[in-house]
């Protein structure tokens, strides 16, 4: 069974910093994103990384976020620092066994999704 769990969501205030991670289980995966999603909207693309460490961020979140994967661990992480107000949104992991030296912000691009973890930042 493929599955994925996220976990480091929470509250923190404006400036603070989060580390999201994303574990893995059932099945190798060779790219990784992270998308989040505000009530009754899209998901946004945040951060996504290819099969060779190639790396893509959101303009939003470029020099505050950092996405990286433990290939050994099956496991992706998001490193979430000088948070703001408009941060707050359910994140999400996602993943695909493809392979690709693209790192994509596309939803339409990854198969498995994780539950969510809520982000919450107050000012």
């Known amino acids: 069974q493929v599955q994925l769990v996220e976990s480091g969501g929470g509250s923190v205030q404006a400036g603070g910093s989060l580390t999201l991670s994303c574990e893995a289980s059932g099945i190798t995966f060779n790219r990784w994103a992270w998308f989040r999603q505000a009530p009754g909207k899209g998901r946004q693309g945040v951060a996504a990384?290819?099969?060779?460490?190639?790396?893509n961020y959101a303009d939003s979140v470029k020099g505050r976020f950092t996405i990286s994967k433990d290939n050994a661990k099956n496991t992706l992480y998001l490193q979430m620092n000088a948070l703001k107000p408009e941060d707050t949104d359910m994140y999400y992991c996602?993943?695909?066994?493809?392979?690709?030296?693209?790192?994509?912000?596309?939803?339409?691009?990854?198969?498995?999704w994780g539950q969510g973890t809520q982000v919450t930042v107050s000012s």
């Open positions: 990384i290819s099969s060779h460490g190639t790396t």
């Open positions: 996602a993943a695909t066994s493809r392979w690709s030296t693209a790192a994509i912000l596309w939803e339409d691009e990854y198969q498995y």
